[in-house]
């Protein structure tokens, strides 16, 4: 049974960081492709980041590109979404998905069938 559950969320003043965990569970974390999503109030739900199962492929949307990064630990089954230089814009409930499949493309973030439940990101002064 695929499992995601997420952790890290907070509030932060801008121009700080946060870094939000996906722990895997029921599954090997090398076995699939990984993604971040947001959604902000009254907004759709975006496609932030994700990474292919092996870790050699990533993507970042245009809005978080530079501020953002994506890693991996397969020791603890985690993917980590590094978040530096964060920004009001940036507040939104953060969610970790898969769909179990494993590349990391632009279609990835329309594939996705498996979420974790949300964290809360807030960033105001």
């Known amino acids: 049974q695929v499992q995601l559950v997420v952790s890290g969320g907070g509030l932060v003043q801008p121009g700080g960081s946060l870094r939000l965990a996906c722990l895997a569970a029921g599954f090997p974390l090398e076995a699939y492709a990984i993604g971040w999503f947001r959604q902000a109030p009254g907004k759709e739900r975006e496609g932030v980041s994700c990474?292919?199962?092996?870790?050699?492929?990533?993507h970042f949307a245009d809005s978080v590109k530079g501020r953002f990064t994506i890693s991996r630990d397969n020791s603890k089954n985690t993917m980590y979404l590094q978040m530096n230089d964060l920004k009001p814009e940036d507040t939104a409930v953060y969610y970790c998905a898969t769909d179990q499949g494993s590349g990391c493309d632009l279609a990835f973030y329309s594939r996705v069938g498996y979420w974790g439940q949300g964290t809360q990101v807030t960033v105001t002064s």
């Open positions: 990474s292919s199962s092996r870790g050699g492929n990533t």
